[in-house]
């Protein structure tokens, strides 16, 4: 079974316009971290926002904020304000925490975001 | 800080050619990946280590082999490349910690085409 889907394969978004990318999980961990990063075209992975699993809060950085929410195993990455450099692809990941270390990065098959002026 | 460094960029092989990927941080990092992302599709695990001397499969191991003699580096090799193995090779780290919240750094990528 994946552990982590993303169900669109492709978004497009008005500048400056908000778009939600869905992520939903599955694990049976208590501890586990839940992690957003962008790829441009260029190819290079950049960590966007993190969230754990006992935050209460959902995380916010700057324009980009999860939309954490537990009981459904779903972790949605919100971008406000959309810019035409938000064009990427977009992969959810989680790592499940264990006490004496952790796990690698388990990613979903991504989204495409398409920003429109 | 450089972060995580890899070499080649780019690499071309032919069936059957050998050659190893070379991967380096300088973040004193006890964790070191390795994934392939092949194209439209995420990154899949090959190999991964928790510290100097320790290395364990990931999901897609098959065809490779890795190597962790110091923390710094975690060197990729392939044996016998086949045309499956055309993909981007990410190699990235991590430091430990609880309830996993500490982010992968990545490298920039090595892509290698075999024909």
């Known amino acids: 079974a994946q552990k982590i889907t993303q169900t669109q394969p492709g978004m497009f978004v008005q500048e400056k316009e908000a778009v939600t990318l869905d992520c939903t999980y599955d694990t049976s961990d208590q501890s586990y971290g839940l992690f957003w990063y962008k790829q441009p075209s260029s190819g290079e992975m950049i960590f966007l926002i993190y969230q754990g699993s006992y935050d209460e809060q959902n995380a916010t950085e700057g324009r980009y904020s999860l939309n954490f929410q537990k009981a459904r195993k779903s972790a949605n990455l919100v971008i406000s304000a959309s810019q035409l450099g938000d064009s990427a692809m977009y992969f959810c990941?989680?790592?499940?925490?264990?006490?004496?270390?952790?796990?690698?990065?388990?990613f979903g098959k991504g989204t495409r975001l398409s920003v429109i002026a | 800080n450089a972060g995580v460094t890899q070499t080649p960029k780019f690499r071309i092989l032919k069936i059957g050619q050998s050659m190893t990927l070379q991967c380096t941080q300088d973040?004193?990092?006890?964790?070191m990946y390795w994934y392939r992302q092949d194209p439209g599709m995420g990154l899949k695990l090959i190999y991964y280590s928790v510290g100097a001397g320790i290395t364990d499969k990931g999901e897609v191991p098959n065809g490779y082999n890795v190597s962790r003699s110091t923390t710094e580096d975690f060197p990729l090799r392939l044996e016998l490349a086949a045309p499956s193995q055309t993909s981007v090779y990410f190699c990235?780290?991590?430091?430990?910690?609880?309830?996993?919240?500490?982010?992968?750094?990545f490298g920039p990528g090595t892509r290698l085409t075999v024909l």
């Open positions: 990235a780290s991590s430091k430990p910690g609880l309830a996993g919240e500490n982010e992968q750094f």
């Open positions: 990941a989680m790592r499940e925490g264990r006490s004496s270390g952790n796990t690698p990065l388990v």
């Open positions: 973040m004193n990092h006890n964790y």
